[in-house]
T-cell receptor, first 114, second 113 residues
Framework: DTGVSQDPRHKITKRGQNVTFRCDPI?????LYWYRQTLGQGPEFLTY????????KSRLLSDRFSAERPKGSFSTLEIQRTEQGDSAMYLC????????????FGPGTRLLVL | AQSVTQLDSQVPVFEEAPVELRCNYS??????LFWYVQYPNQGLQLLLK??????LVESINGFEAEFNKSQTSFHLRKPSVHISDTAEYFC???????????FGQGTELSVKP
């Protein structure tokens, strides 16, 4: 049974460039979440999907951020015109539907914007 | 709105000593509570969760946490820690609507020989 996978694991980019991250959830999970974690802080919620529908977006998610889950399986998170403040670990998690369902996290994508 | 406060950013402890990592939450509705552990350079792993029923929940590696509604707390304890327990521990909350987790700032547990 494979867990949540994320690609790439590390990304270094220059300010102003666009980046895209991919997350593959656990296969039977219909919910998929994106979080951002900066050094010394807990993860902060960005957005989540149930199947292909994006159900909630955080105010942290500026217009430069967009997430998709077109077929209800994998998801992509794109950051346009990256800024140094976007440097962080981007975490993906998945779960079954329901308030009591535990979320299972991937290893994360570490982004460094120079 | 919900929030989580982890009162200690760092907890140094000697091997085989007991430890308590404190977590307090704020919410106007019923909550579900979780503890996650993050080992260096790894993703978050679910340690244990409180959903309902018995207020004392246990993990497979000897940790336990007790839900205290009157004190709005969900402290994590272990009677005897190992070097391998060195990690960052995060308390998190969600409500009966499901969806996003709200995390605390994390507690770095450092177990010394």
């Amino acid at each position: 049974d494979t867990g949540v996978s994320q690609d790439p694991r590390h990304k270094i980019t220059k300010r102003g460039q666009n980046v895209t991250f991919r997350c593959d959830p656990i296969s039977e999970h219909n919910r998929l979440y994106w979080y951002r974690q900066t050094l010394g802080q807990g993860p902060e919620f960005l957005t989540y999907f149930q199947n292909e529908a994006q159900l909630e977006k955080s105010r942290l998610l500026s217009d430069r951020f967009s997430a998709e889950r077109p077929k209800g399986s994998f998801s992509t998170l794109e950051i346009q015109r990256t800024e140094q403040g976007d440097s962080a670990m981007y975490l993906c998690a998945s779960s079954l539907e329901g308030a009591t369902a535990a979320q299972y996290f991937g290893p994360g994508t570490r982004l460094l914007v120079l | 709105a919900q929030s989580v406060t982890q009162l200690d950013s760092q907890v140094p402890v000697f091997e085989e000593a007991p430890v308590e990592l404190r977590c307090n939450y704020s919410s106007s509705v019923s909550v579900y509570l979780f503890w996650y552990v993050q080992y260096p350079n790894q993703g978050l792993q679910l340690l244990l969760k409180y959903l309902s029923g018995s207020t004392l929940v246990e993990s497979i590696n000897g940790f336990e946490a007790e839900f205290n509604k009157s004190q709005t707390s969900f402290h994590l304890r272990k009677p005897s820690v190992h070097i391998s327990d060195t990690a960052e521990y995060f308390c998190a909350v969600t409500n009966n609507q499901g969806g996003k987790l709200i995390f605390g700032q994390g507690t770095e547990l450092s177990v010394k020989p």
